[in-house]
């Protein structure tokens, strides 16, 4: 069972935001410290021995994941996954051609992206969702209908960040493989949260965060790439490469790797991240934790606020988004939660409507969720 104990959390905050950057239990605190030690203990010693150690830390990630532990590399952050999917096709594709978002995109990625397309002339085209989102298979629709002949690739969130929706990852995937479009996909929220086979997915690239919901230490995610596309992945630092250290795994693990001398304990202390998960019965807690977030979805909207997404109950995700009165100033109502309610969740104007993002980890009690309904109720007059 995961409890708030495990966490060096402050006892005297609602925290309903795990969502924004995770949170990392002692122990695995303690493991990422060890790797630290060995690290200053004998420096050279350490970075002679990493590629190895990051061998067997990929192929523990890859199982979970279930990949090819030669397709995928530890990187900081989806950011960092994003940029070089940004910059990748940056050079693969030609003037003229075009990839496609929707405005429900992480917005340090979308600027990514901007920044590595500037001056290539490859458009960025912006799939608007409408708000309160529709169903899946409505908003499959919605999104394939911006599809042209110059759509070369989509770049996606697999769950998005300021309304918590999932995207429909793979039905956009199979029309777009018939297409010859290129899934580019955007997992920061991914990894922990739902069960994910890479394999099975069936896109070109996936990035996603381990330090988010799997509770890794924080700089842990990875970049997955189609085997016949490692060789035009863009690696966004250029270090040694090849002729650096080598485990023999191929010039994508060598290219992406190693980025220079930084700290990669998170990436090290992944291994034991996937087995504490284990050791919690990760699915049931992540069941657990799900039937919080109904529970709190069906409170707020018996509070009369709607739901952001239409087939949230059946999204089976561990945030919950609501709308709300459009009168509501989003941030200023979240800092009357922090500072008068000591609950620390999301509310934020995205687009043209504020909306309110709770999270629910295992950690998460019934009470905090009861906390914020409370404050809710005080602050909006509901
Ligand atoms: C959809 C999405 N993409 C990317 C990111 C960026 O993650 P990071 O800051 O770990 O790079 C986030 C962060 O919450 C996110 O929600």
């Given at each position: 069972m995961i409890t708030r104990a495990l966490f060096p959390l402050d006892p005297d905050v609602a925290f309903?935001?795990?969502?924004s950057f995770g949170a990392c239990p002692h122990t695995l605190l303690a493991i990422q410290h060890e790797w630290q030690m060995v690290l200053e203990r004998e420096p050279v010693a350490f970075f002679h021995a990493l590629p190895a150690r990051l061998q067997q830390a990929r192929k523990a990630l890859a199982d979970f994941v279930d990949a090819d532990p030669t397709d995928l590399v530890y990187v900081t952050n989806s950011t960092y996954g994003a940029n070089i999917m940004a910059a990748t096709m940056a050079r693969q594709l030609k003037p003229g051609d075009s990839v496609l978002i929707t405005d429900h995109e992480y917005g340090a990625c979308v600027r990514a992206w901007k920044n590595h397309l500037q001056g290539t002339g490859i458009h960025l085209k912006v799939c608007h969702i409408p708000m309160p989102i529709p169903a899946q298979a409505d908003l499959e629709d919605i999104i394939w209908k911006e599809v042209d002949s110059s759509t070369k690739a989509i770049f996606i969130s697999h769950i998005t960040s300021p309304t918590a929706c999932l995207m429909p990852v793979g039905g956009l995937t199979s029309r777009a493989r018939q297409a010859g479009i290129m899934m580019l996909v955007d997992g920061a929220h991914a990894l922990g949260h739902l069960p994910l086979s890479v394999r099975d997915l069936g896109v070109d690239m996936y990035t996603g965060n381990c330090?988010?919901?799997?509770?890794?230490?924080?700089g842990s995610a990875l970049l997955w790439v189609r085997p016949d596309l490692q060789p035009h992945a863009f690696p966004v630092i250029t270090s040694w490469g090849a002729d650096g250290l080598s485990v023999g795994d191929g010039a994508f693990i060598d290219e992406h790797e190693?980025?220079?001398?930084?700290?990669p304990s998170p990436f090290l202390t992944t291994p034991a991240t996937i087995e504490w998960m284990k050791e919690h019965d990760w699915w049931t807690t992540v069941d657990r934790a799900h039937a919080v977030v109904c529970y709190g979805m069906e409170r707020l909207m018996e509070l009369g606020l709607k739901p952001m997404s239409a087939d949230w109950s059946e999204q089976k995700l561990l945030m919950g988004t609501v709308l709300l009165?459009?009168?509501?100033?989003g941030p200023d109502l979240q800092r009357r939660l922090l500072s008068a309610h000591n609950i620390q969740v999301i509310c934020m104007q995205w687009l043209d409507k504020p909306l309110l993002r709770f999270s629910v980890h295992g950690y998460t009690t019934t009470e905090e969720v009861h906390q914020l309904l409370t404050a809710l109720k005080h602050e909006l007059m509901l």
């Open positions: 309903l935001n795990h969502g330090h988010k919901w799997m509770c890794a230490p924080k190693y980025t220079g001398t930084r700290d009165p459009e009168e509501v100033d």
